[in-house]
T-cell receptor, first 112, second 113 residues
Framework: QQPVQSPQAVILREGEDAVINCSSSKALYSVHWYRQKHGEAPVFLMI?????EQKGHEKISASFNEKKQQSSLYLTASQLSYSGTYFCGTEKGGGGADGLTFGKGTHLIIQP | DARVTQTPRHKVTEMGQEVTMRCQPILGHNTVFWYRQTMMQGLELLAY????????DSGMPKDRFSAEMPDATLATLKIQPSEPRDSAVYFC???????????FGPGTRLTVL
């Protein structure tokens, strides 16, 4: 079951905030977030695990509501470099390092 | 700077031809993933391996696609025969169980005419 992302696209001015949502119809062990710039490969942003653990590289915050099977990615004080397509991914298994089923993506455009 | 490498980066072929894509995972990563990306379907998981053993290949069309890991440094994805609907960007990614990040290669852009 593919997770559902919303919104499909967002256009912001530099410095504005954005929230990207991801919901699933099945119970989740974890939610993964990736960003892909045009013509490039997806790049890992963070993972949120059941129980509250988070792992990530960048100063991006996210939440994971296990009961509602939802996750949200918060982009605050957006920079031009944040532009790209954001994907949430859910694991097919539950081991923490399984193949991912990605949502359709949210296109984020940051304008100066 | 460790990274996943994929060859070829671009491939144009005619319908019916065999296509082989190769991936070298990051040294020490024991999990290898194959994904396909198209405008219509988005990013789809085709198959993945752990310690060279296939864990799941349910995303692959079985009649024409095959994935193998001849050794720990090489993963292959083969399409035979290829069809125009196989046109896509094929990404290989690698990772470990200890840290959940998947490192994606640059992709192979396949065009089947």
């Amino acid at each position: 079951q593919q997770p559902v992302q919303s919104p499909q696209a967002v256009i912001l001015r530099e410095g504005e905030d954005a929230v990207i949502n991801c919901s699933s119809s099945k119970a989740l062990y974890s939610v993964h977030w990736y960003r892909q710039k045009h013509g490039e490969a997806p790049v890992f942003l963070m993972i949120l695990l059941k129980g509250g653990e988070q792992k990530g590289h960048e100063k991006i915050s996210a939440s994971f509501n296990e009961k509602k099977q939802q996750s949200s990615l918060y982009l605050t004080a957006s920079q031009l470099s944040y532009s790209g397509t954001y994907f949430c991914g859910t694991e097919k298994g539950g081991g923490g390092a399984d193949g991912l089923t990605f949502g359709k993506g949210t296109h984020l455009i940051i304008q100066p | 700077d460790a990274r996943v490498t994929q060859t070829p980066r671009h491939k144009v072929t005619e319908m019916g031809q065999e296509v082989t894509m190769r991936c070298q995972p990051i040294l020490g990563h024991n999990t290898v993933f194959w994904y396909r990306q198209t405008m219509m379907q988005g990013l789809e998981l085709l198959a993945y391996f752990r310690n060279r053993a296939p864990l799941d290949d349910s995303g692959m069309p079985k009649d024409r696609f095959s994935a193998e890991m001849p050794d720990a440094t090489l993963a292959t994805l083969k399409i035979q025969p290829s069809e125009p609907r196989d046109s896509a960007v094929y990404f290989c990614a690698s990772g470990t169980r200890d840290f959940n990040e998947q490192f994606f290669g640059p992709g192979t852009r396949l065009t089947v005419l």
